[in-house]
């Protein structure tokens, strides 16, 4: 599955964020989605999931057969900026919630859960209230609800924002071991995780269509 | 729209370990049904026991005691036993049955000249235990029967009676059983229910009593401006549970949308809005469900200190519909808002 933008142009409110703008992204692959603040990130993210209509142009997906069809939320999970968890309940139960929602058995799902939390290095987490997790783990646990959740696209809103240099650091290697697993895009200005990225997509103005 | 594959008994476990989770917010929630639906029915039960006092004071004064007798005092009328000891039969009406004002006699325990009132068995059932009774102004109240002696030497079993309600003015008196002869007298006299409408009752008991002479009229013994039984089935106090069901939705909207980021949660890791929406509705119904159990668990506990324990429970199962279904309205954009702006919405 590949995703290609062709001369997107996104409005927020009466603002133009965005106009002109191509790019592709490849399955199997993390690309880091680069700007400085304001230059439209979420929104890109948001129109590649499907979340948002662009104000023209096309983005579509392409199956691995390059069938194309317009981007759907049901074939993304999204990793949000901060901490959005159940905190009351634990590190497995918000991973289960991925696993769970695509129709998996209890078993199944807990077996692929446990794993996720194992794959982003906080599997020891698992029984503790995700109100007492740091947020370096949170936002692993995050990562790890992403991958449970089978979807063939990860896109990851900021993951860094609020995190210290160790957990940047922690993240940065978690999304290494992840990039050959699924079409990955984070948006990041953190320079760490565009060093950790395969390719980079920067919305700067002079670099659109790069 | 977006879809998933949630199992019906999968999102029944989130709604179980969400709710029922002490860390959680809808725990409070849990904890405020528990308290508004023990509450509703302890106010339900404050107000019984209101009209309960009201209603012993008003039939201590008479109240629902109908006495039938002659309109014009000049052309006397005859009531026949038989209808009158008979409108015991109709539902609302608790002892009836003729007087006659027999005689006075002079009592070795009461003193002389004690006025004597005949009655029917059906007014005045102690009567039927082959005893008189004796009023319970005459002689204090004993645990026992004794022998009441006249002091013409007639000796009679006796019983001093319960005190009785003004109306049929037996305190000052002993009661002896009519003869088994006398089928009319002058008066006939009917004890309603406490909760039964005199004035719906007494038309009807009227047209069952048979007589001959002159007109008969009912006279209530005690006529209040305000009948405590219709004011209580009309009070505004029994539909507080529908106001702490409403409370209770407002509250469960507002807990809602401090859980933006949780539902986000859900939403960004593959669940739909129409899921998210079903979590929602259930977790309400659960909460709902709580104040409803809670209710009629409280209502149980003091169903002999409810006037009304049916309807108390109507209303109460109606304050939990009325929780689920403001939590629901207060609630449903919710899951079908963008969920971006959800993760962001913290």
């Known amino acids: ?210 | 729209m977006d879809t998933d594959r949630w199992r019906l008994t999968h999102l029944v476990r989130e709604v179980a370990r969400n709710v029922l989770n002490a860390r959680s917010r809808p725990a409070l929630l849990l904890f405020l049904a528990v308290i508004f639906g023990v509450g509703g029915i302890g106010y339900a039960a404050a107000e019984s026991h209101a009209l309960a006092n009201q209603l012993a004071a008003e039939q201590a004064a008479g109240r629902n005691i109908i006495s039938f007798g002659a309109l014009d005092p000049n052309e006397p009328v005859l009531i026949d036993r038989a209808s009158c000891d008979q409108l015991t039969e109709i539902a609302g009406v608790t002892r009836a049955g003729l007087v006659q004002l027999a005689t006075s006699r002079d009592f070795l325990q009461l003193g002389t000249n004690v006025p004597v009132l005949a009655a029917s068995q059906t007014l005045f059932p102690a009567l039927r235990d082959g005893v008189v009774l004796v009023g319970s102004a005459l002689r204090p109240p004993a645990a026992t029967d004794f022998t009441l002696a006249t002091t013409e030497g007639t000796l009679m079993q006796a019983r001093v009676n319960h005190a009785e309600p003004t109306g049929l003015n037996t305190n000052s008196v002993v009661v002896v059983p009519l003869t088994p002869g006398t089928t009319s007298t002058s008066a006939c006299i009917a004890v309603l229910d406490q909760r039964a409408d005199a004035s719906l009752l007494t038309p009807i008991l009227t047209a069952r009593l048979h007589t001959a002479g002159g007109q008969i009229v009912a006279q209530p013994a005690s006529s209040p401006a305000i009948d405590p039984v219709k004011a209580y089935l009309s009070r505004p106090g029994q539909y507080v549970p529908l106001i702490l069901g409403l409370v209770g939705g407002l509250a469960t909207g507002l807990v809602n949308r401090s859980r933006t980021s949780e539902l986000a949660a859900y939403r960004l890791s593959g669940t739909s809005a129409r899921s998210s929406a079903l979590l929602l509705g259930l977790e309400t119904a659960l909460i709902a469900g709580v104040t409803a159990t809670s209710a009629v668990a409280a209502i149980l506990a003091l169903h002999d200190r409810i006037q009304t324990p049916l309807a108390t429970a109507c209303i109460a199962l109606a304050g939990a519909a009325t929780w689920w279904l403001t939590g629901i309205l207060a609630t449903i954009d919710i899951p079908f808002r963008n969920a971006i702006s959800l993760a962001k919405d913290r």
Do not use: C
């Open chain 1, 1 to 210: 599955m590949r995703l290609s933008i062709e001369e997107v142009g996104l409005r927020y409110g009466k603002v133009d964020v965005l106009t002109g703008f191509s790019a592709r992204f490849e399955d199997h692959t993390l690309t880091a989605l680069t700007g400085p603040s304001g230059s439209g990130k979420t929104t890109l993210l948001a129109a590649m999931a499907g979340y948002l209509q662009p104000s023209s142009g096309t983005i579509r997906l392409y199956s691995d057969e390059g069938q194309p069809s317009p981007p759907t939320p049901a074939l993304v999970a999204w990793v949000p900026q901060g901490s959005n968890a159940l905190s009351g309940r634990t590190a497995l139960d918000n991973v289960l919630l991925g696993a769970l929602s695509s129709g998996r058995t209890m078993t199944d799902a807990v077996a692929v859960a446990t794993a996720a939390l194992e794959r982003v290095g906080v599997a020891h987490r698992a029984g503790a209230a995700a109100k007492t997790l740091s947020g370096g783990e949170l936002q692993r646990v995050a990562f790890a609800r992403a991958l449970a959740s089978d979807k063939p696209i990860i896109f990851a809103d900021e993951p860094t924002a609020n995190l210290d240099a160790d957990s940047t650091d922690q993240l940065a290697h978690v999304l290494e071991a992840l990039r050959s697993t699924r079409l990955l895009v984070v948006a990041t200005h953190d320079p760490i995780l565009i060093e950790a990225a395969q390719t980079a997509v920067s919305l700067r103005p002079e670099h659109h269509g790069h």
